[in-house]
């Protein structure tokens, strides 16, 4: 009993001195490189842009309904007499999305391979009996779950073999260790289902503690 007890006292004296020695970091920090885009969309009127989202439904319509086709012409044509090239900006949508989703999955590279320390809430992934072994951490309470999930560089994925109880997943955490970046797709299972959730970092945790010790 002796023994169990010192090494317990043990254990914890390391994950305070750990925790000490990383660098505490917020959500923000995570955040990647991001650049400044001109709005194509920032003209146009609230009709105009009712029109142009139009379009695009029937755009998707129009491989099946002739009919889709030719309402999606004649509102081009609307548009072009206001001056506007509706492909053009349907165009440009793309382009901006894919680089926000582009800039949502990219990590702090200043950040990648530092010991460090920060608070999240822990969405179980893998358990060992009532402990979480993996899990992912995510900034917000109910995250992936009540509300759609954060960017993929505001996840990290986390494995934690002595496990962290699961008593309640409504209680922040500090988690240490190194951090890596490593972009992949994990299976959440939920309530209603399951769906998969990206994510850009991951880590091999050497602590995990409650929010408030």
């Not at 194509?40 to 491989?63: C, G, K, N, V, W």
């Not at 008593?167 to 890596?180: A, F, H, K, Q």
């Amino acid at each position: 009993m002796k023994a169990l007890l010192l090494s317990a006292a043990l254990s914890l004296a390391a994950s305070a001195t750990f925790a000490e020695q990383a660098q505490e970091i917020g959500w923000t920090d995570l955040e990647g490189p991001t650049s400044s885009f001109e709005n194509p969309f920032e003209d146009l009127t609230d009709l105009q842009m009712q029109t142009l989202a139009r379009i695009l439904r029937l755009d998707y319509l129009s491989e099946t309904d002739a009919n889709a086709k030719d309402d999606a012409a004649s509102l081009r044509v609307e548009l072009a007499n206001e001056g506007i090239d509706a492909d053009f900006l349907l165009e440009e949508r793309l382009r901006i999305m894919t680089k926000l989703e582009a800039e949502s999955q990219a990590p702090n590279t200043k950040l990648v391979g530092q010991t460090i320390r920060m608070p999240g809430y822990l969405l179980p992934l893998e358990l060992d009996g009532n402990l979480a072994v993996e899990f992912l951490l995510v900034p917000t309470v109910g995250a992936c779950i009540h509300t759609p999930p954060p960017p993929a560089n505001q996840i990290v994925h986390v494995r934690y073999p002595a496990g962290y109880p699961t008593d309640s997943l409504y209680t922040p955490v500090w988690i240490s260790g190194e951090l890596r970046s490593e972009f992949d797709s994990h299976a959440l299972y939920m309530v209603d289902g399951e769906a998969d959730v990206d994510v850009t970092y991951t880590m091999e945790a050497d602590s995990v503690i409650a929010y408030d010790s």
